[in-house]
């Protein structure tokens, strides 16, 4: 426990390093460096201690996604769900997260966005694809009548994210990590009722449909969770190779005519 000048002095250490631009934690759970260290058996030459590499990432608890099951299932609205996640403390990129990401849109839409992970701007701000993909994302729906800030049905989206929380330098979530919010991204689901989905990238795809290769899965009708399944290229992926676009209007005209058909 800090007394009152510790937690003056630790705050103000915190907000120098934000105003020098420092924006994540190096590693993924934080060190407190104050801590006095454990006394270590000393290992001499008689001791049979063996020095081992320390993992790079806690290992996880089996149970961790268990525990979401039994979580997400008590449910019963979408707020429920959000202070459920909120509380939910197994995965470790929390720790390094400014903000949980929960969701953005109306969720009486009828499509549903999957998305991958926060980035530095949806950390921040605590809303799904706010930053350069967001934006490209909400032209590109734009473009066939839908938006996040529609009013009906037929002209809102809703967007989420596989994880909710940002991964440190926006590296790929792992699998452990998604295998352990996807009871959270189901029940997401269930309750939003959306009448279709559609995949943003490979990490979506992997989580919700158990595949990757996006070049090949894009623009196929699948189904998952008992609804119409649409993989599209990533708008990150759009704004690293501009050619992709033509297929990513292909696609939202198939979105488009499924919707209307
Ligand atoms: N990329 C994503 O997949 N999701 C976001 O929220 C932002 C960028």
Known sequence: MLNGLEASAALAALEWQYEMGVDEAISETPINRYEQPQALPKMGASSNIKAVAMPK?????????????????????????RNAIGVFDHCALKKGARNLVFGDG?????VMIIGEAPGRDEDLQGLPFVGRAGQLL??????IGLSRRGETPEDALYITNVMPWRPP????????????MMPFLERHIALV?????????????????????????????????????????HPA?????????????????????KLDG
């Open 57 to 81: 990432a806690l290992p996880v608890q089996e149970s961790a996604p268990e525990v979401a099951r039994l979580m997400a299932a008590r449910c019963n609205d979408l707020d429920a769900l």
């Open 106 to 110: 109306n969720p009486a839409a009828r």
């Open 169 to 180: 330098q926006n590296r790929d979530p792992s699998h452990d990590e998604i295998a352990m």
């Open 193 to 233: 009722k959306p009448d279709i989905l559609v995949l943003m990238g490979n990490t979506a795809c992997s989580a919700v449909l158990g595949k990757k290769g996006i070049t090949r899965l894009r623009g196929h009708w699948t189904e998952a969770f008992g609804k119409p399944v649409l993989p599209m290229f």
């Open 237 to 257: 992926a759009l704004l690293r190779d501009g050619l992709k676009k033509r297929d990513a209007w292909a696609d939202l005209l198939a979105l488009k005519s």
């Open 138 to 143: 909400d032209k590109m729906f734009a473009a």
